[in-house]
């Protein structure tokens, strides 16, 4: 079954540090997709970051970047140069070919907080 | 470009009663998804609808239905609401259907059952 874990339910981070959230993910399919989103306390889910599993370059936007460790099955989020507003839950969510609808997959989430 | 928006923000229901949530697409997305977020949780999908037709549907009973507009816009229905329901209801909508295309979220609707 396709399954995402999220290890960490909640995590610290000092202003300015760097900060790694883990994601695994479990599927038998070759071709998939892996997202990042950030939900802050207004509920929107805002999207950040996309891999697909035959990317061969780690993806990055901006302060954001995807360390895509295929054989591992991880696509940890790294968010360098933590500011005050990146304090949000964060979910690592899957997409793959099963069925038509390319239906998310989602993890349980880490809650970031970043200390000023 | 208009994001996803989504009515009402919040809304209060009884048990048994029925009701309508509704979300506009962005602008030249065709797919939109609707998820359910119980509180503490991870989103839940339950159906995506592509071109007015359902194209794929998550674990949720026949009560939880939806329609798609000719404008790609959507309703999700729920009868006999049960307690729960309560939670977060998202709505993304996307280019295509495809496993590149990003869903983009609207703000959700959060729906509570007394």
């Known amino acids: 079954a396709q399954k995402i874990t999220q290890t960490q339910p909640g995590m610290f981070v000092q202003e300015k540090e760097a900060v790694t959230l883990d994601c695994t993910y479990d599927?038998?399919?070759?071709?998939?997709?892996l997202f990042w989103y950030k939900q802050p306390s207004s509920g929107e889910m805002i999207f950040l970051i996309y891999?697909?599993?035959?990317?061969?370059q780690n993806a990055t936007e901006g302060r954001y970047s995807l360390n895509f460790q295929k054989a591992r099955k991880s696509a940890n989020l790294v968010i360098s140069a933590s500011q005050l507003g990146d304090s949000a839950m964060y979910f690592c969510?899957?997409?793959?070919?099963?069925?038509?609808?390319?239906?998310?997959?989602f993890g349980s989430g880490t809650r970031l907080l970043v200390r000023p | 470009e208009t994001g996803v928006t989504q009515s009402p923000t919040h809304l209060i229901k009884t048990r048994g009663q029925q009701v309508t949530l509704r979300c506009s697409s962005q602008?030249?997305?065709?797919?939109v998804s609707w998820y359910q977020q119980a509180l503490g949780q991870g989103p839940q999908f339950i159906f995506q609808?592509?071109?007015?037709?359902?194209?794929g549907r998550g674990n949720f009973p026949p009560r939880f239905s939806g329609l798609q507009f000719p404008n790609y816009s959507s309703e999700l229905n729920v009868n006999a609401l049960e307690l729960d329901d309560s939670a977060l209801y998202l709505c993304?909508?996307?280019?295509?259907?495809?496993?590149?295309?990003?869903?983009?979220f609207g703000p959700g609707t959060r729906l509570t059952v007394l």
């Open positions: 609808y592509y071109r007015e037709e359902e194209n």
């Open positions: 969510a899957m997409i793959s070919p099963r069925d038509s609808s390319y239906k998310l997959i």
């Open positions: 599927t038998s399919d070759q071709s998939y997709g």
């Open positions: 993304a909508s996307s280019v295509g259907t495809s496993g590149g295309d990003t869903q983009y």
């Open positions: 891999q697909g599993s035959y990317d061969e």
């Open positions: 602008s030249g997305h065709n797919t």
